[in-house]
């Protein structure tokens, strides 16, 4: 079993659709749990970090449940520019982190 | 605010040629400082990472060392480069505690 797990994709979604991304971890010490885009070709960047109590920035909200060791991440209004595959991170000790395959989105006119 | 460097862009080497890639970084002191190597539709693999100069913990093994002769300076290295070294190599930074890692440019590295 894969440490850090997430939906397979590509989710192809049109403009101003809600999508939802899941990912499940497998090392029950994780410590801290991150969503990262990465662009074609280019570095992975930090989206947003994980609470325990669920978080939102703008159009994006991250839930986590640690008893299910679950994360996921929602997009409202879906944009051209939210077109990217997204990462998700789980540090399982201070220089230990652990990335997951990544979800392909492509929001689509 | 912190700026993290990484050069070159893309590298095309060939079979058993010495390979060095140079990471920086700005505006922080004694960063945590890391290299992964991405392979094409796959997850990052950790390779190095260091928490001081001079200190370095590998992974993996490999054909790949890494050094860091200064605070802020990560060298990745090969004597001899194989075709499986071909990939996307990343050099990121942290600081202490939980805080997320944050990423350099990216290396595209071609063995042929």
């Known amino acids: 079993r894969k440490e850090v797990e997430q939906d397979p994709g590509p989710f192809n979604v049109p403009e101003g659709a809600t999508v939802a991304f899941n990912c499940t971890y497998s090392?029950?010490?994780?410590?801290?749990f991150f969503w990262y885009r990465q662009d074609c070709r280019k570095e992975p960047k930090l989206l947003m970090s994980?609470?325990?109590s669920g978080n939102e920035d703008g159009r994006f909200t991250a839930q986590l449940n640690r008893a299910s060791q679950y994360i996921s991440l929602l997009i409202r209004d879906s944009k051209l520019s939210d077109s990217a595959t997204y990462l998700c991170?789980?540090?399982?000790?201070?220089?230990?982190?652990?990335f997951g395959a990544g979800t392909r989105l492509t929001v689509k006119p | 605010s912190q700026t993290i460097h990484q050069w070159p862009a893309t590298l095309v080497q060939p079979v058993g040629s010495p390979l060095s890639l140079e990471c920086t970084v700005e505006?922080?002191?004694?960063?945590?400082l890391y290299w992964y190597r991405q392979a094409a539709g796959r997850g990052l693999q950790l390779l190095f990472y260091?928490?001081?100069?001079?200190?370095i913990s590998s992974e993996v093994p490999q054909n790949l060392s890494a050094s860091r002769p200064q605070d802020r300076q990560f060298i990745l290295s090969s004597k001899k480069l194989l075709l499986s070294d071909s990939g996307f190599y990343l050099c990121?930074?942290?600081?202490?505690?939980?805080?997320?890692?944050?990423f350099g440019d990216g290396t595209r590295l071609s063995i042929l």
């Open positions: 994980v609470y325990s």
């Open positions: 505006g922080t002191s004694n960063p945590n």
């Open positions: 990121a930074w942290s600081g202490e505690g939980n805080q997320p890692q944050h």
């Open positions: 991170v789980v540090r399982i000790g201070n220089n230990d982190m652990r």
């Open positions: 090392n029950s010490a994780s410590q801290s």
């Open positions: 260091s928490v001081g100069i001079g200190q």
